[in-house]
């Protein structure tokens, strides 16, 4: 039997189609992205992060000699978050990602596999959607309303 499942998303040409807090958000990802520590890769990574209370954080990916000790930017900025504010609930989080010499057809950047796993828990554990927006540095974004658009068939606490 042939199934299928369907997932929304909104694309904005650039960002003047942004509101206000989403284009604060889109400031401080890139601001953020400039201190990313990313010698080895060159591929900077800007994160930032809406809570309900209006408060916005950030952070970068986070590299190592070890490859595989780095830290992607989404982790790097959520694993902080969660740290400080474990009560707090996540609204927005936004992403912006692009070679150090980034070209005009950098395509907008989305997160990778174990960065969608980690977002899924937030959403789980705060029980509420976050929406998830990702973009090139040439301006254009991608929208998600929740971060299971990004991971169907997400695996958690339900089939432990
Ligand atoms: N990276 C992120 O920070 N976020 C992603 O979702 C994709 C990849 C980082 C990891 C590594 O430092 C560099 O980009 C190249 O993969």
Redesign the pocket.
């Given at each position: 039997m042939k199934k299928e499942t369907q997932i929304s998303y909104e694309y904005f040409k650039n960002s003047v189609e942004l509101n206000d807090i989403e284009k604060e958000l889109f400031k401080r990802a890139k601001e953020a992205r400039e201190n990313a520590y990313?010698p080895y890769?060159n591929?900077l990574?800007g994160c930032s992060v809406l809570l309900e209370n209006g408060e916005i954080y950030s952070g970068n990916?986070q590299?190592n000699a070890a490859f595989p000790s780095?830290l992607?930017?989404?982790r790097t900025t959520l694993f902080w978050v969660a740290a400080n504010f474990p009560d707090v609930k996540i609204k927005k989080i936004f992403?912006v990602?692009g070679h150090r010499e980034f070209s005009e057809k950098n395509p907008p950047?989305?997160?990778?596999g174990a960065?969608r796993q980690s977002l899924i828990e937030f959403e789980t554990k705060q029980n509420e959607n976050i929406d998830l927006y990702f973009s090139s540095m040439n301006d254009e974004v991608m929208k998600v309303h929740s971060i299971k658009d990004l991971l169907p068939f997400y695996f958690d606490a339900t089939f432990l």
């Open positions: 990313a890769s591929f990574v990916n590299e780095g992607c930017a989404e992403v990602g950047i989305p997160p990778c960065c």
